[in-house]
């Protein structure tokens, strides 16, 4: 099982949708300061239900909304939309999440509507759960290097 | 439920242990617990002696070796529990062209059972990548997607060898 | 002593805002005070607009952002506060090439007045630098200098520009 | 006035001596990792009087002569000489330092033995006193992207 495609829209500095496919091998995302690549690890945390607006550098859930620019208006909501590859038979599954500027969330597996609860559930078995260290922050080394003996516990804890 | 931290944690101090001296070519590392006659509320250190020096605690290494050694920890993480993807953004920073070969000779092994997603700046970096997307930004601050030739960034790598 | 104080700091915010409008090719910056109420015991804080973007605190830039604001800060303590030499350790870390490049311009166009050693693994760094020494450490810990041809380093930049 | 030559010997990792040379414009170090980059900094402090072993990366002051490996003795004390271009006329200024590892430290300035005031007092008028940013160390960047309000008045207030 393998990221298949990532599709973007209106989440933070993609106002216009982007599609991103990738192999099952090593992909690379190349670009200058501040044109968007970390977002893009912001944006598969987001999809996959992420409920932290600190774990997506941000303050409040609409800050992850396209904020306009004083050329381009902002958008009234986001939406993320992720391809997983099936395994052994297994078809595709395709997650998406919608967020208004409401706050009210969206959740989508295979086109049908669920809730959050779902999302996490259908993870579990795949192994993308809060456990492990599938997605390593920008800093993130630095703040391994940098914990204390507490903190790296928890580190240990979570990801184990 | 302890034991079962016991006995992950045990997993996890070997993998650690073994991936340090594969990606240092040498020396030896050790995930510890800080009081082992507390194993509920202890903290856990990492100490670490690349090959040729002193064993020390990681915040007393180079930049590079503590960068190393963390990453490490990480490639641990993710052999003991496997991930369907693993997106790593900027992991490179600190360290010098010949560990960035290292490291990438590493996930290059193991890329079989394990997709991963990188974002850097360091063109040693991207010659064990399949696919390169460039993000890009004008002055409209929007992001946007442009086509990226491999062969730009491959041909002459940071290390001054042919790659592509 | 409190006025000394309050006229540096207005020399450094002037020289923080021109570095920083300079590296970025745009945009602008401020270093102000917290709580201009209280200046004797204020903080001060760093707000930033790259260009096409919105003002915002220093924490909600990106990586590379974040540093470039830092270094225009740097730059501007060594504009108001001369020194006969400064020694950066690996500050362009998490830059981009086409960011080192404006970086190396700058310093490139003070260097009559500034000397500067740089520690780097940047290619692009090496640029504008008349003279590299390497260090080395064999399996014996014990470091030594040896000779770099800068033309190894220069005749392919990580931009891909042949700069020798 | 720049600095023209550096000489280590029997500092941290430096066991043998070395000399380098520098041009008035700029020069640059590079090496792999761990291979004492960052330690000819500490060298510069050092030789410029530095009392903090923390700012030096080290904790105690014996820590900065060179410890020995299974294969090389240890050292009983270490020196660094830091020679300054001479301005306007003036000669070059030539500064050492040697630590024992009784801890005593010997300070010369052209060959005469000073004390560590004098050291600090030579510097003042050449604005390499504790003011001002002549000396970024790794991950001092970061320190200032990082530093909240009181820190960063703190670091305003040391550099300008
Ligand atoms: N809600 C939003 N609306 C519009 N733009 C946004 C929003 N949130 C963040 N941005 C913009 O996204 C940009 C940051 O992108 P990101 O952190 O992905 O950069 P990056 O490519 O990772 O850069 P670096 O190489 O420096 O780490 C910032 O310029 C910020 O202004
Ligand atoms: N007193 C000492 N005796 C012997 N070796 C020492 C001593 N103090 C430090 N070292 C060694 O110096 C090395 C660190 O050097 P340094 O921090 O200068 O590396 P660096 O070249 O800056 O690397 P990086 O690129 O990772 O920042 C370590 O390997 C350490 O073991
Ligand atoms: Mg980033
Ligand atoms: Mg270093």
Chains 1, 4 share one sequence.
Not at chain 1, 55 to 72: A, C, E, L, P
Request: charged content about 25%; some cysteine; hydrophobic content about 35%.
């Amino acid at each position: 099982m393998y990221l298949k495609k990532l599709g973007i829209n209106g989440f933070k500095s993609f106002a216009s949708p982007v599609q991103l496919e990738f192999t099952p091998g090593i992909s690379a995302i190349v670009g200058p300061n501040g044109s968007g690549k970390s977002n893009i690890t912001d944006a598969i945390r987001f999809v996959l239900g992420e409920q932290s607006t600190k774990s997506m550098r941000s303050h409040r859930m609409d800050d992850i909304i396209f904020s306009g620019t004083d050329k381009v208006r902002q958008k009234g909501a986001c939406e993320v939309t992720l391809v997983l590859s099936g395994e052994d038979g297994e078809s595709e599954r395709v997650i998406s999440r919608k967020l208004f500027r409401t706050g009210e969330s969206q959740y989508r597996i295979n086109g049908r509507t669920v809730r959050l609860r779902d999302i996490q559930e259908s993870f579990r078995d795949t192994g993308l759960g809060k456990n492990g260290y599938s997605m390593v922050s920008q800093g993130g080394i630095e703040s391994i290097v940098s914990a204390g003996p507490a903190e790296l516990r928890a580190i240990v804890e979570e990801a184990a | 439920m302890e034991e079962r931290f016991s006995e992950r944690f045990a997993l996890l101090q070997s993998a650690f242990s073994r991936i340090f001296t594969r990606l240092f070519e040498g020396g030896t590392a050790r995930l510890a617990y800080t009081n082992p006659e507390d194993i509920l509320g202890s903290g856990i250190e990492l100490t670490a002696q690349p090959p040729g020096k002193n064993l020390r605690h990681i915040s007393l290494l180079s930049g590079g070796e503590k960068a190393m050694t963390a990453i490490s920890l990480l490639l641990a993480f993710i052999q003991i529990n496997p991930a369907p993807f693993c997106i790593i953004d900027e992991i490179d920073a600190a360290l010098d062209d010949s560990n960035i070969m290292r490291f990438t000779n590493y996930l290059d092994e193991i890329r079989e059972e394990n997709q991963f997603i990188i974002i850097t700046h360091r063109k040693t970096t991207l010659r064990i990548c399949e696919r390169i997307y460039g993000v890009s930004m004008n002055r409209d601050g929007i992001s946007r997607l442009v086509a990226v030739e491999v062969s730009d960034y491959t041909e002459e790598s940071e290390s001054g060898q042919t790659t592509a």
